[in-house]
């Protein structure tokens, strides 16, 4: 048997520098204003305040705080809402100028990943006229989906290599009326909400020092063009990507290691459509029992549409097969606006999921039959008509 | 199931036919960043989540492709490609390939060429794909019925009975849409549209799907008409 806690406490006590001199790749920055210089696009700089963090080859990444656009995920507004919903009530309770745009699709992404019925240019296209949008406003592109900020890294880096390519995706941008606009940086909101943490840690209202969790950090995040993900020697020794580990210790959560930490969840794109059957098992198998047996932790914390959908959404079946199952799964966002008071149906919207958060709840000390009375109640007002719409007044009444 | 390696399956196609094929994936201009040859090292396939629960390899891929194995690139084409979970735990390949990312080339090869295998591999998915390029998202709130996910759990029905309601109860106001995920302005799908349209997907939803094609083409037609464009699918 491999000695999995033996060689992750040793990982522990190592800390590595990264020394941008020695980075195994050209630094996207460069080139992405060369291009600009050779009048090939225009950048979107990040606007001042930033943060400034080191990315995975030790070379630096501005991270806006606000005037961001928000580029949503389709599978977080359709159906982990609160996910999204907390991302934005926690701009508000941080007085941060945000702006949640109509003037925006999905990357299409998923799709492309699941079918193939798409191709290089299209993908391009959906995504710069995205960022284009993003320009006009004046605010600044952060990205809510994983598989969005891994597939547009995916077309920054086929855009920079392949001149035909641009030509093609501006003249279809100049056909739209938009002109081919590229961000300084393509910024992952979980990475935003690493740039706030201490913000965010400084309004908690709920102690969560006796809580323990275990953190699942996307492939799209930190594998697909992983140069841009964050690290910081504080985080795991900078061996792993530093993102939600670093909020969860900010808001004093021991964060537990295990084993198949840098496992996928099983999502697999088409596979949580219509071949479930795999993504259930590799999620319930090498994720969630794996967490259970070696942790044994409160929450799991995960930060993409793909891997808390098919994390929370695949443990019911296999209760049914009596499998070490009953994680209750939340996003990074839900998890901070939930420590900053949020409530847990009309901001978290909980009652999406398909894991038991209530003992989590109950650990915080939080009457969530209380919560849910409320949320019900205000259902019922919508439903009788005497309100249209729960506004972000309500939200926090 | 196993896979069978032998190519029996499709000795009675041409080797042309197979050779064009892998001719069309090694033209895309992404190919020569994604298979720089292969160590056959195996090391793709420890991290790939495939490979731990079907007979699936991006090892043997990579190294057919490499090894321009066109009878054995034809097998995975058509019997493998569709169990990959294009997560990309395969980029950590020492030769800088990305098994992933050919996978993808391959996919769409057998996509533009309407292959029998993709064709069934795409069964059932035709919802998905009208949403996404006709409503500009995807996995809208109206997909979530309970005999479609009947192994998520009962909240699954709850929220099919209490829709409406329940998205009216969302606070950020572009999400109170049931059909898409959020609110997208009608100019934004127009250009969306456009791009289809510009890019030739609608050809490749013709190769595969000839019915969902139709119904894609009078929707956008339509819309892009009444937006004064004058455009055909055709
Ligand atoms: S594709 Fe890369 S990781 Fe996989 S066997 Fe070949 S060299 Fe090794
Ligand atoms: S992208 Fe496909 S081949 Fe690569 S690791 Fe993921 S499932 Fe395996």
New binding site residues.
């Given amino acids: 048997m491999i000695p999995h806690a033996a060689i992750l406490n040793k990982a522990k006590d190592r800390k590595f520098e990264a020394d941008p001199d020695q980075a195994p790749t050209e630094d996207y920055h460069d080139i992405v204003n060369q291009l600009e210089k050779e009048g090939e696009w225009e950048v979107h700089r990040v606007p001042e305040p930033y943060v400034e963090v080191k990315n995975k080859y030790g070379r630096t990444k501005k991270i806006p705080v606000e005037q961001t656009w928000h580029h949503k995920s389709c599978g977080q507004c359709g159906h982990i809402p609160g996910y999204s919903t907390s991302i934005f009530w926690i701009n508000r309770k941080l007085g941060l100028d945000y702006h949640d745009p109509t003037d925006q699709t999905s990357c299409t992404a998923w799709n492309y990943y699941a079918s193939a019925t798409s191709n290089a240019a299209a993908q391009a296209a959906v995504a710069m006229r995205n960022f284009a949008a993003a320009h006009e406003t004046g605010y600044y592109p952060i990205i809510h989906c994983a598989t969005s900020f891994g597939h547009y890294k995916e077309t920054r880096q086929q855009l920079i290599h392949h001149p035909e390519l641009r030509r093609q995706v501006r003249a279809i941008l100049a056909k739209l009326g938009k002109k081919l606009i590229m961000p300084e940086e393509i910024v992952h909101y979980s990475e935003w909400v690493h740039a706030v943490r201490d913000r965010i840690a400084e309004r908690q209202v709920h102690d969560m020092s006796g809580i323990r969790a275990t953190v699942h950090p996307a492939?799209h995040y930190h594998k697909l063009i992983g140069e841009d993900a964050v690290y910081a020697p504080e985080v795991y020794g900078a061996q792993r990507s530093a993102i939600i580990t670093s909020t969860l210790q900010a808001l004093g959560i021991e964060v537990g290691d295990y084993s198949t930490w840098a496992d996928?969840c099983g999502f697999?794109f088409r596979h949580i459509l219509v071949s479930r059957d795999f993504s259930r098992s590799f999620a319930v198998q090498r994720k969630i029992e794996v967490m259970k047996e070696e942790v044994d932790p409160d929450i799991l914390i995960t930060h993409d549409t793909g891997c808390v959908t098919t994390l929370d959404q695949s443990q019911f079946a296999a209760k049914a097969h009596d499998r070490n199952v009953g994680l209750a799964v939340m996003s990074d966002s839900q998890l901070c606006a939930l420590a900053m008071g949020a409530h847990p149906y009309k901001v978290l919207q909980l009652h999406w999921h398909s894991t038991d958060s209530r003992p989590f709840l109950e650990k915080l000390g939080v009457d969530h039959q209380k919560a849910f009375a409320e949320f019900e109640q205000a259902v019922e007002e919508l439903k009788s008509g005497k309100k249209e719409y729960m506004t972000w007044e309500d939200a926090d009444g | 199931m196993t896979l069978d390696l032998s190519g029996k399956q499709y000795a009675g196609v041409d080797y042309d036919e197979k050779e064009r094929l892998f001719e069309e994936v090694k033209k895309d201009f992404r190919f020569e960043q994604y298979l720089y040859g292969c160590y056959e090292c195996g090391i793709?396939?420890a991290?790939?989540?495939?490979?731990r629960f079907y007979d699936?390899s991006?090892r043997k891929?990579a190294q057919s492709v490499a090894r321009e194995d066109v009878d054995l690139f034809y097998v995975f084409l058509n019997d493998s490609v569709w169990?990959?979970?294009?997560?990309?735990?395969?980029?950590v390949c020492p030769r800088k390939n990305?098994?992933?990312?050919l996978?993808t080339l391959m996919r769409e090869v057998a996509v533009n060429n309407g292959l029998a295998s993709a064709q069934e591999a795409l069964e059932g998915y035709g919802r998905v794909v009208y949403k996404i390029m006709a409503t500009g998202t995807q996995v809208a709130p109206d997909m979530l019925q309970a005999n479609a996910f009947p192994d998520w759990g009962p909240h699954v029905k709850d929220i099919a009975e209490n829709l409406e309601a329940w998205r009216r109860a969302l606070p950020p106001e572009t999400m109170h849409t049931t059909e898409a995920s959020w609110q997208v302005d009608e100019k934004t799908i127009t250009e969306l549209y456009l791009i289809w349209h510009m890019t030739g997907v609608m050809d490749m939803i013709k190769e595969v799907d000839e019915g969902l094609f139709m119904i894609l083409q009078d929707v956008m037609e339509e819309k892009l008409e009444d937006a004064g464009y004058d455009v055909s699918f055709d």
């Fill in positions: 492939c996928c697999g | 793709c396939v991290a790939c989540p495939s490979a699936f991006p891929i169990d990959c979970s294009q997560c990309f735990s395969c980029d990305s098994p992933g990312g996978i």
